[in-house]
T-cell receptor, first 112, second 115 residues
Framework: QKEVEQNSGPLSVPEGAIASLNCTYS??????FFWYRQYSGKSPELIMF????GDKEDGRFTAQLNKASQYVSLLIRDSQPSDSATYLC????????????FGTGTSLTVIP | EPEVTQTPSHQVTQMGQEVILRCVPI?????FYWYRQILGQKVEFLVS????????KSEIFDDQFSVERPDGSNFTLKIRSTKLEDSAMYFC?????????????FGDGTRLSIL
């Protein structure tokens, strides 16, 4: 069973705070990890991706991967009201080609 | 920035009818995908397509579904004899290369409503 789990939230943080979003996955063959942002009724928009253990930073976003513990997280620094959206974690698995396995998403609200 | 475009944005169809959802992937991309998202549920993989043939498909993608690249730009999903449970948002995606580490870029989706 290739499960990708996310806390559905909602997660509320004040403007300017750090938002921390977590994702766990069940298949140890998981190789690549993607974070997408989805506004209500819109398409998933790629934020960033990570392949190797450790941290990867891109502007206000940091992805953290720990393959031993099978989790990947996304930190959003200096959160803005425009960051309010659902954040989707997606995973690819080495023996299943290119298909993405998505979590259900975490709803984030940034309060002005 | 190049983007994936999908038409129509909303399709309403009677149960039992056939629908065709259209996508124009990013022009230099070679790998194409269809996903669906039932309201309130997770995004689910349907099928991937490369070099004019299906490379992977999920259990959802049964004989009711088919995909085609009729010309050099369009990528279509056909659903024959639609059912109520086919109501969902359908997303097309594309990527430039293969391999599980390639980001996929999504279109804005087609909301399919089966009556």
């Amino acid at each position: 069973q290739k499960e990708v789990e996310q806390n559905s939230g909602p997660l509320s943080v004040p403007e300017g705070a750090i938002a921390s979003l977590n994702c766990t996955y069940s298949d140890r063959g998981s190789q690549s990890f993607f974070w997408y942002r989805q506004y209500s009724g819109k398409s998933p928009e790629l934020i960033m991706f990570i392949y190797s253990n450790g941290d990867k930073e891109d502007g206000r976003f940091t992805a953290q991967l720990n393959k031993a513990s099978q989790y990947v997280s996304l930190l959003i620094r200096d959160s803005q009201p425009s960051d309010s959206a659902t954040y989707l974690c997606a995973v690819t698995i080495s023996n299943t080609g290119n298909q993405f396995y998505f979590g259900t998403g975490t709803s984030l609200t940034v309060i002005p | 920035e190049p983007e994936v475009t999908q038409t129509p944005s909303h399709q309403v169809t009677q149960m039992g009818q056939e629908v065709i959802l259209r996508c124009v992937p990013i022009s230099n991309h070679l790998y194409f995908y269809w996903y669906r998202q039932i309201l309130g549920q997770k995004v689910e993989f349907l099928v991937s397509f490369y070099n004019n043939e299906i490379s992977e498909k999920s259990e959802i993608f049964d004989d009711q579904f088919s995909v085609e690249r009729p010309d050099g730009s369009n990528f279509t999903l056909k659903i024959r004899s639609t059912k109520l449970e086919d109501s969902a948002m359908y997303f097309c995606a594309s990527s430039s290369r293969t391999g599980g580490n390639q980001p996929q870029h999504f279109g804005d989706g087609t909301r399919l409503s089966i009556l």
